[in-house]
């Protein structure tokens, strides 16, 4: 893997961490948003799973286009 491609890999492990925090937690959100619920730990692992499918689709767009 290029350089690209493995930063491309953190900030998407990165996004979907974040993506998971933020909808599992709310005391993590910005004040307008803290006072609505946290969501299910289903349906906020499935969050954090499609932003971690999108990170691997761009990474490997990225290796496809090289």
Do not use: K, N
Request: charged share 10%; proline share 6%.
């Amino acid at each position: 893997m290029e350089s690209d491609q493995i930063l491309l890999a953190l900030i998407g492990i990165g996004a979907s961490c974040v993506t998971f925090c933020l909808m599992r937690f709310p005391h993590t959100r910005r004040p307008p948003f803290q006072r609505y619920g946290p969501f299910s730990l289903i349906a906020s692992f499935f969050g954090a799973l499609a932003i971690f499918c999108i990170s691997v689709l761009a990474v490997y767009a990225q290796a496809v286009w090289h």
